[in-house]
């Protein structure tokens, strides 16, 4: 981030380079300190693939309801946390079946 920290296109594709190099901790951090659509939605990408469904949530919830990439980003994350307890139900039936 030292060569152009003011441009805010180059901290989109830095953000965009880190989430695809899965270091979701910097992509993160870089992309809430910039408050457009686009970084949100890069940080909502981010805390989904760490797992982190609250973090994204509350990270949707500031994006723009009636964009079609937030609410492709929102069925995502619905998704994860209906497979996140389904993963969960299995593990539990399984334990009470031992």
Do not use: F
Request: aromatic letters at 4%; glycine letters at 2%; proline letters at 2%.
């Amino acid at each position: 981030m030292a060569l152009c920290p003011e441009s805010e296109e180059y901290r989109t594709y830095y953000v965009q380079s880190s989430v695809k190099a899965g270091s979701w901790l910097d992509a993160t951090r870089v992309s809430s300190s910039v408050q457009s659509q686009r970084m949100r939605l890069l940080q909502t990408q981010a805390e989904l693939e760490q797992g982190s469904l609250q973090s994204c949530r509350t990270t949707l919830l500031q994006c723009l309801e009636d964009d079609p990439e937030t609410i492709i980003a929102m069925a995502t994350m619905i998704h994860q946390e209906e497979q996140t307890a389904n993963d969960n139900k299995t593990k539990i039936q399984t334990r009470t079946n031992i």
